[in-house]
Each structure stands twice: as structure tokens, then as C-alpha cells.
């Protein structure tokens, strides 16, 4: 599956933004989906994932509350809506989707079969 993520750009703390994946090229619901994020010098960290059915999800303690994940299978795109960002949310945001994982809550990167190109949030203060 090919992933296209889109919708990075600065803002200022407290404001919001919305990133986007659009997935190509395999049955979109196949997959489990994922939100991650890097800062430069800093690992990279699962911010949020949601399940195929998008019943269900989970969010990095950093985040709960302020982020929502969600996913339509009509258009093949998975979302991350950021709300009250702060400048530690600074980082470059990649999706990805899992055909391995069953559950939500993997933190591991290693289980994410496909990537994004990532696409830079920037949060001033």
C-alpha cells in the first residue's frame, strides 16, 4: 500500500491542524493505521493508531485529549486531528498501517509494514 501524507505546516501554540494519508494500492481495511511522530534528536514515537473497523483507538499519553484519529474507508484516508498544540508537538508526523497487528496500542514502529514521507508540524510559542 502506498501512503501520501499532506496537511503539516506551522502554527502557533494553541492552534490546530489537521494531517491527512491517503492510502493506494491495497484494500485500505486490510490495514491497521498509525500516527507517529520524530523531533529532530528524539526517537520515533506512535503518537495514535486505530483499528480497521475504527472502533477502536489509542493515543500517547503526551497527546490524549488534544489529538483525534480517525479513518474513511471511502476515500482511503486516515486523519489526525491536533487540537491545543504545544511547541513539544514540534516534530515530523508519518503515517503508517500494519497488516500484522490485531490490537491498537503497539507502540513498536517495527510492526508497521508501510510509511508515509512524513510531513513537518511546526509549533511556535
Known amino acids: 500500500v502506498q501512503l501520501q501524507a499532506s496537511g503539516g505546516g506551522s502554527v502557533q501554540a494553541g492552534g490546530s491542524l489537521k494531517l491527512s494519508c491517503a492510502a493506494s494500492?491495497?484494500?485500505?481495511?486490510?490495514?491497521?493505521m498509525g500516527w507517529f511522530r520524530q523531533a529532530p534528536g528524539k526517537e520515533r514515537e506512535l503518537v495514535a493508531s486505530?483499528?480497521?473497523?475504527?472502533?477502536?483507538?489509542s493515543y500517547a499519553d503526551s497527546v490524549r485529549g488534544r489529538f483525534t484519529i480517525s479513518r474513511t474507508s471511502a476515500l482511503n484516508t486516515v486523519y489526525l486531528l491536533m487540537n491545543s498544540l504545544k511547541p513539544e508537538d514540534t516534530a515530523v508526523y508519518y503515517c503508517?498501517?500494519?497488516?500484522?497487528?490485531?490490537?491498537?496500542?503497539?507502540?513498536?514502529?517495527?510492526?508497521?509494514?508501510?510509511w508515509g514521507q512524513g510531513t513537518l508540524v511546526t509549533v511556535s510559542s
Open positions: 503508517a498501517a500494519s497488516s500484522q497487528l490485531r490490537f491498537v496500542g503497539a507502540t513498536s514502529a517495527g510492526a508497521y509494514d508501510y
Open positions: 494500492g491495497r484494500t485500505f481495511s486490510n490495514y491497521l
Open positions: 486505530i483499528g480497521r473497523s475504527a472502533s477502536l483507538t
